[in-house]
C-alpha cells in the first residue's frame, strides 16, 4: 500500500470554496452507500430517511470561542494572536494562554504588548510550533468576559473575509455545550433542530463526545511519507453516560454513525479491540490513514477535506483512497460547495 501524501490530491476551482453557509439544515450531502452502491446527491434532512431505529449517531458538543484578539506593540504596530488553550493561571491569578501570533517578531520572551485592551507579558515561545505563551493582566473570568466583548470567530485561514455578526451563530453547531474550541467541527453544521428531533423521534440514540478542535485542524502535512506526520494533540472527554449509550447501539447491533473527523478520532482512540468504550479524558494524537481498522464506526458524516491533509486520509481509511477521490470528482463537477461552510457527504 502506497504511503505517499502525492495520491490523496484532487483539483478544485477555487470558487467552490464556502465563504457562507447556506444555513443549518440546507446544506447538500453526497450520499456514499459503504456497500459499493451508486451515489446521490441529497439535501440534508433527507439524510434522516437513511438512519434506522437502533442507530446511533456521535456528535461533538465542543463549543468555538472568540478566540482571535488583536493588538498593539508599544510603538503602534498592529499585531493578532489566537489563543490556542488555556494554561494553568499565574501565581497572581493571572490568565494565561498558548497562542498562535502574528507577527512573530513582536512577540519575544519578555516583551510586552496591549492586546484586546490588556497588558499581555510574553513568557515563553515553543520550540516545536512557534507558538507563544502569553500572560494576561486579567483573571481567566475576566479575559472570559474580553473575549465575548472584543474576540473575534477564528474562521479557517482559506476564508479570505473578516469575521462578522452573522459568524458567531453560522460558525456554531446546534450541539456547542463546552467552550474550548478554535475551530468548528464543521460536519455538525449540517444539522437543524428539526433533523436532530426527526432522528430521535425515528429512536435513532445520540450520543455526545467533547473534543476541543485545535488549529492543528488545518495544519498542513509535510512530508510525502505521510506516516512520518505527527499529529496535533486535543482535548477530549467521553462520559460513562455517553459511553454507555453508543456500547448499547453496538451491543444491540445498530450502527454508530459519527458525525466529523472530531467525534471519530475520539470514539476510535478509546475504544477497545471489540470496539467497546470506557468513559475516559485525555489528549489524542490519532492519526488514521488507509490500513487502520475501524473498530467502532460504522458510518461517517464528514465535510470535504482539503487535498493532501490528515482528514482526507481519515476518511480514505473508511472508504478507500478510489471510492473518497471518485467521491470528492462528483462533488466538484455537481459545484458542491466545500470545506467548513460547505456541503457535505455521508457515508453510511
Known sequence: MTHSLSDYNFEFPMELIASRTAGKGKTRILHCPKNGGPRRILPAPSIVDLFREGDGLVVNNTKVIPARLFGETAHGGVVETLLVQALIPSEKGEARFEAKVRP?????????????????????????????????EKTPVEMETVMNEQGHVPLPPYINRPDDEEDKKAYQTIFAKYAGAVAAPTASLHFSEQMLKDLKDKGVKVAEVTLHVGPGTFQNISVDDFTQHKMH??????????????NEVKRQGGRVVTVGTTSTRV?????????????????????FYPGYKYKVVDGLLTNFHWPKSSLILLVSAFYGRENTLEAYKM?????????????GMLIL
Open 104 to 136: 512573530g517578531k513582536a512577540f519575544q520572551v519578555g516583551r510586552e504588548l496591549v492586546v484586546a485592551g490588556v497588558k499581555v507579558v510574553v513568557e515563553e515561545i515553543r520550540e516545536d510550533d512557534g507558538s507563544r505563551v502569553l500572560r494576561f
Open 267 to 287: 470514539v476510535e482512540t478509546i475504544a477497545d479491540a471489540n470496539g467497546f468504550l470506557k468513559p475516559q479524558t485525555g489528549v489524542t494524537h490519532a492519526f
Open 233 to 246: 494533540g486535543e482535548h477530549y472527554e467521553l462520559t460513562k453516560e455517553n459511553a454507555d449509550i453508543i
Open 331 to 343: 462533488a466538484v463537477e455537481n459545484k458542491m460547495k466545500l470545506f467548513s461552510y460547505g456541503d
